[in-house]
């Protein structure tokens, strides 16, 4: 079965001060792995898709990367308006379903 | 403006009631979805239609029906709903098609969200 696992489950920041926030996946058959951000009340956002190993992709201060495993998004210099969750999902084999993970709850504080 | 749209916003009912969650897309993508989202906020696929049909039919209660008049909007039903359907609920849509080829169609763009609470 495709599994997700984020870490961690939430991370406090001080602004300006760069981090990484993990996604690690189980799936036969890698199509895409995306990330999205949640602001409390709100649907979903689309930020990225990354489709192979060694992809990149950024975003003003964030940047995501993928390796065969792994999915990294790294934020840098943030500041308090990046506070929010960020799901990671993936898209395996034939199915056009998302499995997301558990998401990561981050605070920039100012 | 472009986006996918779901009404209610919030719904309050009574255990053993019927409701209704509508959903429309204005993006022009002819495959949509149903999420659930529970009290420890993982994201869930409960159902996916393209060009009416459905596709993906995960393993939900018989309750929950979906129904799509056509490919714009994807309606949700639920029957005699239970404490446990409390959660918000979330349509997407995509572009869809065999998503193999065409890898930017995998995108999935979500409504705002419909918080339904059973009492």
């Known amino acids: 079965e495709d599994q997700v696992t984020q870490s961690p489950e939430a991370l406090r920041l001080q602004e300006g001060e760069s981090s990484s926030l993990n996604c690690s996946y189980t799936v036969s058959g890698l199509r895409g792995l995306f990330w999205y951000r949640q602001d409390p009340g709100k649907g979903p956002e689309f930020l990225f898709t990354?489709?192979?190993a060694g992809e990149e992709k950024e975003k003003e201060r964030l940047k995501a990367t993928l390796t065969k495993k792994e999915s990294f998004l790294h934020i840098t210099a943030p500041k308090p308006e990046d506070s929010a969750t960020y799901l990671c999902a993936v898209q395996a084999g034939g199915a056009q379903k998302l499995v997301f993970g558990q998401g990561t709850r981050l605070t920039i504080n100012p | 403006d472009t986006a996918v749209s779901q009404t209610p916003k919030y719904l309050v009912t009574q255990m053993g009631n019927d409701k209704s969650i509508k959903c429309e897309q204005n993006l022009g993508h002819d495959t949509m979805y149903w999420y659930k989202q529970d009290s420890k906020k993982f994201l869930k696929i409960m159902f996916s239609y393209n060009n009416k049909e459905l596709i993906i039919n995960e393993t939900v209660p018989n309750r929950f029906s979906p129904k799509s008049p056509d490919k714009a909007h994807l309606n949700l039903h639920i029957n005699s709903l239970e404490l446990g359907d409390s959660a918000v609920y979330f349509c997407?849509?995509?572009?869809?098609?065999?998503?193999?080829?065409?890898?930017?169609?995998?995108?999935?763009?979500f409504g705002p969200g419909t918080r339904l609470t059973v009492l």
């Open positions: 997407a849509s995509s572009q869809g098609g065999t998503g193999g080829k065409f890898r930017a169609y995998n995108e999935q763009f």
């Open positions: 990354l489709y192979s």
